[in-house]
């Protein structure tokens, strides 16, 4: 890796690491450049303010947690492994670590005021909403977009809930409600 590419990659981690720790946006820039080694300046010049070098924090969580839910259809024979997949995806050692669900909270109310940052949640939605119906409809037909809504909102709030309650939630418990949510749902349909 060059040293540009491996300056940018050590200032994405260093803002989801600082994300973490400190819990909100109000971060500094000069924090996550102390925190990945280089100078405020350089982090500057790569991402030009803070919140498109918060940005780029997300696309990369996003492209890990893309990356995995691809691999985990990939291995999936029926719809309903491809579901158990997703979900199993979205709450990997990757996805639901302190750090990046702090990540993730800060995401969303920085998308209150970013146009930038509404229209990448709003990709990050409706991926999962389509990964979701795709594999729901063969299992619950017309009723798939709305079993689909109420497993995105089960697995967004189990996000909210682990940084509150981290010890209630570990990432197999997490998958573990969303499944049996998932259950219930199809075994309610007639």
Same mark, same amino acid.
Do not use: C
């Given at each position: 890796?060059?040293?540009q590419?491996?300056?940018?990659?050590?200032l994405?981690?260093a803002?989801i690491?600082?994300?973490?720790a400190?819990?909100?946006?109000?971060v500094?820039?000069?924090q996550?450049?102390?925190?990945?080694?280089?100078?405020?300046a350089?982090a500057?010049?790569y991402?030009?303010?803070?919140?498109r070098l918060f940005?780029? &924090?997300?696309?990369?969580?996003?492209?890990?947690?893309?990356?995995?839910v691809?691999?985990?259809l990939?291995?999936?024979g029926s719809?309903?492994?491809?579901?158990?997949?997703?979900?199993?995806?979205?709450?990997?050692k990757t996805s639901f670590?302190?750090?990046?669900?702090? &990540?993730?909270l800060n995401?969303?109310?920085?998308?209150?005021?970013?146009?930038?940052?509404r229209?990448?949640?709003?990709v990050?939605?409706?991926?999962?909403h389509?990964?979701?119906?795709h594999?729901?409809?063969p299992?619950a037909?017309s009723r798939?977009?709305e079993?689909?809504?109420?497993?995105? &909102?089960?697995i967004?709030?189990?996000?909210?809930?682990?940084?509150?309650?981290p010890r209630d939630?570990?990432?197999?418990s997490a998958s573990?409600h969303?499944?049996?949510?998932?259950?219930?749902?199809l075994k309610?349909l007639p």
């Open positions: 890796m060059t040293a590419p491996e300056r940018k990659a050590q994405i981690d803002t690491q600082e994300l973490g400190t819990g909100s946006l109000s500094t820039v000069g996550i450049a102390k925190r990945a080694g280089v100078s405020s350089l500057f010049h991402f030009g303010d803070k919140d940005l780029a &924090a997300m696309r990369h969580i996003l492209a890990v947690y893309g990356a995995e691809r691999a985990a990939k291995e999936a719809p309903r492994e491809r579901l158990d997949g997703t979900i199993r995806a979205s709450f990997s670590r302190h750090d990046v669900i702090a &990540a993730w995401f969303y109310v920085l998308a209150h005021r970013s146009d930038e940052a229209r990448l949640l709003g990050y939605h409706r991926r999962l389509a990964n979701l119906v594999d729901l409809r299992l037909g798939a977009p079993i689909a809504r109420r497993l995105a &909102a089960l967004d709030g189990l996000y909210l809930r682990f940084v509150h309650f939630e570990a990432e197999d573990a969303v499944l049996a949510a998932l259950d219930a749902e309610a």
